[in-house]
């Protein structure tokens, strides 16, 4: 059994909110107590030492679409970004809506990727909204919340049987809250800036519309709900109630939401074409406190590659989505260094949260967790460049923006998985 | 010089100057046309290519004409018919247009944006004839013509826009280039065919007809695409030409002297009542259509220029930072 020492680490403790220096222990491959005889020490600068990123709502385009991002790939960017579980989205094609498909995501995974990987399951089956999957099978062959993504369920008969039977397997169920036909068609967020570029927009209140639909059937059900992305100022209020209420509601944020508001999409910028749209800077900063303030349970990546093909098209008929595995953390850090966050109130967000709400026990320093870590210098300053990127697809609104936050090693099990990748083989 | 552009993409970054550069030129252009003075060595030599991805009959013929009075070899692709519907992109169209090396693209595509991407992929001067609901930049540009030749001046008027503004790219250029001249533009309309965060525009909205017309100096109609008449955003068609169809008693609130214009082509009697239309007295929507050629002219002499200072830049090795 492998005993190493972290020393001279900044520990990024969430559990307990500090920031200090000091050492780490892991044996075996989780976290130690200290004390144990170390057989190999490891001097980290100072650099700050964190649990590793727990990214829910990952697209891995196996099955289908392998050009646009593979197993492979997708952990190599994972290792990059410092994050070590990938807790992937089951919109491929086709979905992952049986016991099969997640068996086969499940032994690619195992053989290709660097990092846990984590495979959620469609809600209903081809995510049409019609039926339920076999939420019991499902989870017996090891998938960790359903989900129909970003296609919303539109019968709500179906959706309160789905989330009732759900609830009775003890299943997460994640939702994507949008009033579909509000928000029909819809390329950027209505206003003044879709006016300018004559782009058809989609209102804010689509988002408050859908929130407060699916939180009425919380109450009618008492299912355990996550929704996945949190954009607007106005369905903040909204969660804040459902929560004071004793509701099981936790929800997320995307990066690109946190960092970008819609006048970055400029002139046509495909790149910066997201689901649901960018939005104002008032609600960029809202959605900024709530997490501060932990409304807002966790940031992920929303991780969408697409490929050239589908977003060198006019901006009403590009693909939307972006890449985010590497620039995650980088970008996140954006939010540390401006003072919005503390970096432990950030890897509360990234890491401890995601991790509690899947019953994982990853995500904090603690003796017993997994030694899933992740190694960076907070401060180093660096130009992205979209081909550097190990994601297959390279479609990142960062290209060219100037990051500051570099990993330096990402851990999983205790092994240095940076280290691994970069003398290993590099093929697809 | 002082119209710098190398494409005509929008009003959006045209500066004041260089509108009244164009409009000027545009001046002599309509006066000659009337005596019958054709300029052919003024794009003698050039190749303008019209790709029209969206049907137009009335625009396609005004840039075909101005381009054969100024001597341009012109060619039509009627791009619905051709290879989109085979399944190229819009760039590798652009791409194969572009190594027969013409000289002036003019770009008409349901989209918007769509122009300002091609024109990234090409090298030669790009004129936007409308896209999506983004912009058309030259039938504002005829407008203003008009208008200033029908007031004597393109300031300080009081000028409606009314109708259907949320669908369309006439409104959105107009709104831009009677701001930046310092017009007060009023839009008139039902409130599900405005366009939201339209009041940030420095516009003001109007949802009755008669207040929005009262005392303006410049009454402007948009057409009413059919397929917007059902129930989806208005009623019915009676209902609108009821409530906001120009006829002979809502112009009346008007300046007696004001004058009604109209993109074209028209619905008579959806938004606007056919007598209206033809009284020679107040309608300039013949002379809008006139004018069109002229504005076309004067767009693509300019652009020519800077595209022949540009090429002649690079082959005697000066980086001038100019498209060539």
Known sequence: MTTLRFENARLINPEAGTDTLGTLTVSGGVIAEEGAAPDEVIDCKGHCLAPGIVDIGVKVSEPGERHKESF???????????????VTRPDTTPAIDTPETLEFVERRAAIDAAVNVLPMAALTKGRQGREMTEIGFLMDAGAIAFTDCDSVITDTKVLSRALTYAKSCGALVIGHVQEPGLSAGGAVTSGKFATLRGLS???????????????????????????????????????????????????????????????????????????????????????????????????????????????????????????????????????????????????????????????????????????????????????????????????????????????????????????????????? | MSFRASHLLGIEHLHPTEITTLLDLADQYAEHNRIGRAHRDVLEGLTQINMFFENSTRTQASFEIAGKRLGADVMNMAMQASSIKKGETLIDTALTLNAMRPDLLVVRHPNSGAVNLLAEKVNCAVLNAGDGRHEHPTQALLDALTIRRAKGRLHRLSIAICGDVAHSRVARSNIMLLGKMENRVRLVGPPTLLPSGVEEFGVEVFHDMREGLRDVDVVMMLRLQKERMDGGFIPSEREYFHRYGLDAEKLSYAKDDAIVMHPGPMNRGVEIDGTIADDINRSVIQEQVEMGVAVRMAAMDLLARNLRAARGAKAAGIGTGVMV
């Open chain 1, 72 to 86: 492979a790939s997708a952990g190599r960017a994972a290792v990059a970004g410092g994050i070590t579980t990938l």
């Open chain 1, 201 to 428: 927009g989609v209102s804010p209140m689509a988002e408050r519309m859908g929130i407060d639909r699916d939180i009425a059937l919380l109450e009618m059900t008492g299912a355990a709900y996550h929704i996945d992305q949190i954009t607007t100022a106005r369905a903040l209020p909204a969660l804040e109630r459902a929560k004071a209420n004793g509701l099981d509601i936790t929800a997320g944020v995307g990066i690109h939401h946190l960092t970008l508001n819609e006048m970055d999409v400029a002139d046509y910028r495909t790149f910066f074409k997201l689901k649901p749209p960018l939005r104002a800077e008032e609600d960029r900063l809202a959605v900024v406190d709530a997490v501060a303030s932990g409304l807002i349970d966790i940031i992920c990546s929303m991780h969408t590659p697409q490929d050239e093909e589908s977003k060198r098209l006019p901006f009403e008929e590009a693909a939307s989505g972006a890449v985010a595995l590497e620039t995650l953390l980088p970008a996140a850090l954006r939010l540390v260094h401006n003072g919005h966050l503390d970096l432990p109130t950030l890897f509360r967000a990234l890491s401890l949260n995601p991790a509690n709400r899947l019953g994982l026990p990853c995500g904090r320093l603690t003796p017993g967790a997994p030694a899933d870590l992740v190694l960076f210098d907070p401060d180093a300053s660096f130009k992205l460049d979209r081909f550097a990127l190990k994601s297959k697809s390279k479609n990142t609104p960062f290209d060219g923006a100037i990051l500051q936050g570099r990993v330096t090693a990402t851990y999983v099990g205790g092994e240095n998985m940076t280290v691994q990748m970069n003398d290993g083989p590099h093929d697809a």
